[in-house]
């Protein structure tokens, strides 16, 4: 056996090894360019050696280039960076993403870093730099400077960059890829908050689609709880495939008997979308289809209108076309580029993108077959948990969002970044077998906020209690419905929400209100004789929430 000593010298020089292992060329970053305005690769593209941060290496036409590798301050200090830029840029350093602006538009600018990093002189960190060029200049512009307490600002010199990129750096690129760039799913309900539109990831290309009626009114992001406009909006199943099968319902806008239900799936990479229209007073309405590019991106569109067809061309995309279906579109005023469908009762109207028109009942049959298979999703975990499953996957997938920046984020509400909350989920309280209590939702918030809920009082006992009272319900458990102040029911069921300006413990200023879900979830718990909650409870649950961390 060696002695314990030459044990300790042998893992310091494996130890030193590793640290002083060769760290790459240095004066030079890894560059990949690909020919899409995507802040994520393709499967392949152009890789090469480039010398330092500057025009060499980015593609002369609209495309993208990422540069890896690491840098190198010359003194301990907190260095903060700016990006001279007319394209998309992101930067990281030592893993901190500090540079953000998916601006696509062809505007030279300067952005500064919104953190500073800090070094020690000679250590080398991690360094990722993505541009998107999109051609509007008559040459890429891209430089970097860094400055500090004792670096003056300055370009930063081809000489602190080496070529050096880890293995576990290489996964973490990898994962965020996956997650920025969902390419395996082309449309997805990302168009936040609304969940009336359709984006074509990851060009940012949207389809939005809303109700507008005959006075030129528009109903405008289609979501729950709509306040300044009523409108009941039932949220469908929507499958965990992006768009490949959703559904939602919109009734009763401004007091209206009309019910319209909005239906897509995904076709050999094509979004089929069908508004079917039932009631007295659809005639008075129209779907409004309006196309749009998300998160600065660049792109252009031709047609719409009065015309059946609708391009949207996107730098370093091909150009993707729609074609309106089941009625002649219409005009917007001060909309050149949307359609206006006329609605009526048993209308069926919508649209579909690529090479050619659809016919309405090849859609319609493409849409069914969609709901077929998410029925079975369900189905496949057994007939006594689907009732549960299907919400559960309903929720979870309408509440999947996409930010430039998070990409992928759930679970969360819908609207999170435009200031609500995040979405909970907990442990169910059990129920006997046969009274298995219905599926509902509360979201919280605080006095004076939108329009205040009426406390929630204990309701008329229907039947008996039970000889052992249920426990109380747990943070996130689903709610079938409560009762004001005034003895009415609010329907529900939906998800229970934690809002982010809901003070961490403040008891007297909470209300609970329940969302709506679709009548062909809620009628099996009817009819299997399910039970509502005490009033009691829902406070308590909303006192949960108000003391619960944010996810």
């Given at each position: 056996?060696?002695?314990?000593?030459?044990?300790r010298?042998?893992?310091s020089?494996?130890?030193?090894?590793?640290?002083?292992?060769?760290?790459?060329?240095?004066?030079?970053?890894?560059?990949?360019?690909?020919?899409?305005?995507?802040?994520a690769?393709?499967?392949?593209?152009?890789?090469?050696?480039?010398?330092?941060?500057?025009?060499?290496?980015?593609?002369?036409?609209?495309?993208?280039?990422?540069?890896?590798g690491?840098?190198?301050?010359?003194?301990?200090?907190?260095?903060?960076?700016?990006v001279?830029?007319?394209?998309?840029?992101?930067?990281?350093?030592?893993?901190?993403?500090?540079?953000?602006?998916?601006?696509?538009?062809?505007?030279v600018?300067?952005?500064?870093?919104?953190?500073?990093?800090?070094?020690?002189?000679?250590?080398?960190?991690?360094?990722?730099?993505d541009?998107?060029?999109?051609?509007?200049?008559?040459?890429?512009?891209?430089?970097?400077?860094?400055?500090?307490?004792?670096?003056?600002?300055?370009?930063?010199?081809?000489?602190?960059f080496?070529?050096?990129?880890?293995?576990?750096?290489?996964?973490?690129?990898?994962?965020?890829?996956?997650?920025?760039?969902?390419?395996?799913?082309?449309?997805q309900?990302?168009?936040?908050?609304?969940?009336?539109?359709?984006?074509?990831?990851?060009t940012?290309?949207?389809?939005y689609?809303?109700?507008?009626?005959?006075?030129?009114?528009?109903?405008?992001?289609?979501?729950?709880?709509?306040?300044?406009?009523?409108a009941?909006?039932?949220?469908?199943?929507?499958?965990?495939?992006?768009?490949?099968?959703?559904?939602?319902?919109?009734?009763?806008?401004?007091?209206?008997?009309?019910?319209?239900?909005?239906?897509?799936?995904?076709?050999?990479?094509?979004?089929?979308?069908?508004?079917?229209?039932?009631?007295?007073d659809?005639a008075?309405?129209?779907?409004?289809?309006?196309?749009?590019m998300?998160?600065?991106?660049?792109?252009?569109?031709?047609?719409?209108?009065?015309?059946?067809?609708?391009?949207?061309?996107?730098?370093?995309?091909?150009?993707?076309?729609?074609?309106a279906?089941?009625?002649?579109?219409?005009?917007?005023?001060?909309?050149?580029?949307?359609?206006?469908?006329?609605?009526?009762?048993?209308?069926?109207?919508?649209?579909?993108?690529?090479?050619?028109?659809?016919?309405?009942?090849?859609?319609?049959?493409?849409i069914?077959?969609?709901?077929?298979?998410?029925?079975a999703?369900?189905?496949?975990?057994?007939?006594?948990?689907?009732?549960?499953?299907e919400?559960?996957q309903?929720?979870?997938?309408?509440n999947t969002?996409?930010?430039?920046?998070?990409?992928?984020?759930?679970?969360?509400?819908?609207?999170?970044?435009?200031?609500?909350?995040?979405?909970?989920?907990?442990?169910?309280?059990?129920?006997p077998?046969?009274?298995?209590?219905?599926?509902?939702?509360?979201?919280?918030?605080?006095?004076?906020?939108?329009?205040?809920?009426?406390?929630?009082?204990?309701?008329?006992?229907?039947?008996?209690?039970?000889?052992?009272?249920?426990?109380?319900?747990?943070?996130?458990?689903?709610?079938?419905?409560?009762?004001?102040?005034?003895?009415?029911?609010?329907?529900?069921?939906?998800?229970?929400e934690?809002?982010?300006?809901?003070?961490?413990?403040?008891?007297?200023?909470?209300?609970?209100?329940?969302?709506?879900w679709?009548?062909?979830l809620?009628?099996?718990?009817?009819?299997?004789?399910?039970?509502?909650?005490?009033?009691?409870?829902?406070?308590?649950?909303?006192?949960?929430?108000?003391?619960?961390?944010?996810?």
């Amino acid at each position: 056996m060696p002695p314990r000593g030459g044990a300790r010298r042998s893992a310091s020089a494996a130890l030193a090894a590793a640290l002083l292992a060769p760290l790459g060329a240095r004066g030079a970053l890894n560059a990949l360019v690909w020919p899409t305005t995507a802040f994520a690769p393709p499967a392949s593209g152009a890789a090469s050696v480039v010398p330092g941060v500057g025009p060499a290496g980015v593609p002369p036409a609209a495309g993208t280039v990422r540069l890896t590798g690491t840098i190198v301050a010359p003194a301990a200090e907190t260095l903060g960076f700016v990006v001279r830029t007319d394209g998309g840029v992101r930067l990281w350093v030592d893993d901190h993403l500090i540079v953000d602006d998916g601006d696509t538009l062809g505007r030279v600018r300067d952005v500064a870093s919104f953190l500073n990093v800090s070094f020690l002189a000679g250590v080398p960190q991690p360094f990722r730099l993505d541009y998107m060029h999109v051609g509007a200049a008559p040459a890429p512009a891209l430089a970097l400077s860094w400055v500090g307490n004792v670096t003056a600002l300055a370009p930063v010199p081809a000489g602190a960059f080496t070529t050096a990129v880890t293995p576990a750096e290489g996964a973490r690129v990898a994962l965020r890829d996956r997650l920025v760039n969902p390419v395996d799913v082309p449309w997805q309900t990302y168009d936040n908050p609304t969940m009336g539109g359709h984006v074509l990831m990851p060009t940012g290309f949207s389809l939005y689609a809303t109700l507008a009626d005959d006075a030129n009114k528009t109903l405008g992001d289609v979501f729950v709880f709509r306040r300044s406009d009523p409108a009941v909006v039932y949220m469908g199943a929507h499958s965990f495939n992006g768009s490949d099968f959703t559904s939602l319902r919109i009734d009763a806008w401004r007091g209206r008997a009309c019910s319209v239900t909005f239906e897509t799936t995904v076709v050999a990479r094509n979004l089929y979308f069908l508004a079917r229209a039932n009631g007295t007073d659809c005639a008075a309405l129209r779907l409004l289809v309006a196309p749009r590019m998300l998160w600065s991106r660049a792109g252009a569109f031709a047609g719409g209108g009065a015309a059946p067809e609708l391009t949207a061309t996107m730098p370093g995309f091909p150009p993707v076309t729609a074609h309106a279906v089941g009625a002649a579109p219409a005009p917007f005023p001060g909309q050149p580029h949307a359609w206006a469908l006329q609605l009526g009762d048993g209308a069926v109207v919508g649209y579909a993108t690529g090479p050619a028109a659809v016919a309405p009942g090849d859609m319609a049959a493409a849409i069914a077959a969609a709901a077929t298979r998410a029925a079975a999703t369900a189905n496949k975990h057994g007939a006594d948990v689907a009732d549960v499953y299907e919400p559960i996957q309903t929720v979870i997938a309408w509440n999947t969002m996409f930010t430039p920046y998070e990409g992928v984020v759930t679970p969360v509400s819908r609207g999170w970044d435009f200031g609500s909350g995040y979405v909970l989920f907990g442990e169910r309280a059990r129920a006997p077998q046969h009274t298995r209590a219905a599926h509902g939702a509360a979201r919280v918030r605080p006095v004076g906020t939108r329009r205040p809920c009426s406390p929630p009082v204990r309701p008329p006992a229907r039947r008996p209690p039970p000889a052992r009272p249920p426990p109380p319900p747990r943070l996130g458990q689903l709610l079938p419905h409560v009762h004001g102040r005034d003895g009415r029911r609010v329907q529900g069921p939906g998800v229970l929400e934690r809002h982010p300006d809901v003070p961490d413990a403040h008891d007297g200023g909470l209300r609970a209100q329940l969302c709506v879900w679709p009548e062909h979830l809620v009628r099996p718990h009817r009819a299997a004789g399910g039970r509502a909650r005490r009033a009691g409870d829902v406070q308590q649950v909303a006192r949960r929430v108000a003391r619960g961390r944010r996810l």
